[in-house]
């Protein structure tokens, strides 16, 4: 991917309410080639999940490593979404962040 085509994906991204693209840029030394793979992953790994169908031990593993990645990429009410459900225990909060998480995977789907 050419460093003029990175650029203009993340000018996009920074318009993008669900992320933070100069605090994920800033978190991969602003190596944008790198931070839309690891976008691009995240996709790949997290566009299926299904939180409701994991027991209470993969919940909270699953939970804590979406927490530092999503935090990481400047997903930034995702990962405020994620410390609730931690801190509270509320399972409540699940269908806020399964509608959040969609939102970014869609919003990185349209602009990849």
Known sequence: ???????????????????????????FNNNSALYI???????ERNETLNLNSLNDEELKNTLHTLKGLASTLGMLHLTSIIKEIENKSDKILINDFTQELSEIINNIKNII
Do not use: A
């Open 37 to 43: 793979k690891i976008l691009n992953r995240f996709v």
């Open 1 to 27: 991917m050419s460093s003029d085509i990175s650029n203009n994906i993340k000018l996009e991204l920074l318009n993008s309410p669900s992320i933070n693209t100069d605090l994920g840029l800033k978190y």
